[in-house]
């Protein structure tokens, strides 16, 4: 099994990690504390250890990205 964390999370940690989580109602993974959506690097972490399907896995990030987007749009629009 190879986990790709960039912090060198160790499978123990990632499966802490996880329990910080939950699947919304439109089957996207998000943090309990923030609802912000994990990146790419854990929600792969998260997959390798069966913990999320790869639908959930690639809706979230197709979902984080559209909201990160949808932040900076924002940002930028009231920053002038």
């Known amino acids: ?12 940690r990632i499966e802490k990690e996880f329990q910080d989580t939950f699947v919304d109602t439109d089957g996207i993974l998000r943090w309990m504390t ?4 994990p ?6 972490d998260f997959r390798t250890l069966g913990l999320i399907t790869e639908e959930v896995q690639l809706y979230s990030n197709l979902v984080r990205e559209k909201e990160t987007d949808e932040f900076w749009e924002g940002y930028f629009a009231n920053a002038n």
Do not use: C, T
């Open 39 to 44: 990146f790419d690097d854990l929600l792969a």
């Open 34 to 37: 923030n609802l912000q959506i």
């Open 1 to 12: 099994m190879r986990l790709i964390n960039d912090l060198g999370y160790s499978k123990e």
